[in-house]
């Protein structure tokens, strides 16, 4: 069942100039969508993009897999194989 949070867990994680952090997630419950936050070893991070293949989405559901552009954290604050949830 989807619910206002999301969960994804990272698979990679990539640092791309001039648009910052992106992460490969998948989302493991809920729906992601631009603007929702985390908080990622104490800092804010929050969504700016959501693509599948190239293509900007207004949302990922359960089940899906997606690159994930993030705002407010370094490379060094994320790590493949984590678990993280967005509100």
């Known amino acids: 069942m989807d619910t206002e949070n999301a ?3 990272v698979g990679e994680v ?12 998948k989302i493991i419950n809920g729906v992601l969508k631009p603007s929702m936050k985390a908080s990622i070893n104490g800092k804010n991070a ?4 959501i693509e599948d293949r190239g293509l ?4 990922a559901r359960t089940g899906e897999n997606v ?9 060094q604050d994320i ?9």
């Open 7 to 9: 969960v994804v867990e």
């Open 14 to 25: 990539y640092n791309i100039k001039g648009i910052g952090i992106v992460i490969g997630a």
């Open 46 to 49: 929050i969504v700016r993009i």
């Open 56 to 59: 900007k989405l207004l949302q």
């Open 67 to 75: 690159a994930v552009n993030l705002y407010g954290i370094e490379r």
């Open 79 to 87: 790590q493949k194989g984590s678990q993280i949830e967005f509100t």
